[in-house]
């Protein structure tokens, strides 16, 4: 990863992949051409896509920069990632996660959309074929261009074609990839969740009154007590 540029990087774990991924774009749509399949048709995808995600991906209503076929080809995707992504949350809650739940919400900052940054298994990273295939998905059907890599992380970071830097909107914002999605939703699965600086949204601890309980009854300073409430993401 090149030092200097902001990347988001988190994981997604489950039965059928273990990726680790980034990005959140804005948002922004425009006048569409006539819907190819009707809502009601698509009944079927409603545990995995709502009927408004439909409307939004086939429909004249709306429409995004990508094509027809190609928002035929992230909806597939999209099914198939929440559906591995159901089964994975599924599976972790029986192990009793996330210790975190998601505060706050979205204050459009874009930061995470400076510099999307996808792990990859160290097989299919080394592998030339493998590599090939994942850079040109994301470049052809996810408008991520490839910027750099790290070979400790085994992960790529890419520059994102649909966000606009200076508007922070994106210009397909409905047919957007499933890690778009779930960001940063995800992070709360992990053993420290880290945000980026402007971002409004955070993590707070399950538990936070009892730890918060339990610092009130020591002779902590204020000081230890306010980086303690940071560390251990105590605020409520």
């Known amino acids: 990863m090149q030092k200097g540029v902001e990347a988001c990087i988190f994981t997604q774990t489950g039965p059928l992949t273990t990726i680790q991924y980034g990005s959140r774009p804005g948002r922004a749509i425009e006048a569409c051409a006539s819907p190819i399949i009707p809502t009601r048709r698509l009944a079927i995808f409603r545990p995995v896509v709502n009927n408004e995600f439909v409307a939004q991906l ?133 053993v420290n969740p880290q945000f980026f600086p402007d971002c409004s949204l955070k993590a707070t601890a399950k538990n936070a009154a009892s730890f918060i309980q339990a610092l009130d009854s020591t002779d902590l300073t204020p000081e230890q007590r306010e980086k303690l409430h940071k560390e251990l993401h105590l605020d409520v």
Not at 65 to 89: E, H, M, P, S
């Open 58 to 190: 086939f429909h004249r209503e709306v429409c995004v920069r990508d094509g027809r076929l190609l928002r035929v080809i992230k909806f597939v995707a999209l099914c198939r990632f929440r559906i591995d992504l159901a089964v994975t949350r599924f599976i972790l809650k029986l192990r009793g996660e996330p210790h975190y739940r998601l505060t706050g919400s979205c204050n459009g900052c874009g930061a995470c959309c400076e510099a999307p940054t996808i792990r990859v298994h160290p097989l299919l990273f080394n592998l030339k074929p493998c590599r090939d295939v994942i850079l040109a998905w994301h470049l052809h059907v996810n408008g991520f261009e490839y910027v750099s890599e790290d070979k400790e992380t085994f992960s790529f970071t890419f520059r994102c074609s649909h966000y606009d830097r200076e508007t922070k909107q994106c210009d397909s914002y409905d047919s957007r990839p499933g890690m778009c999605r779930d960001y940063p939703r995800n992070l709360i699965y992990g």
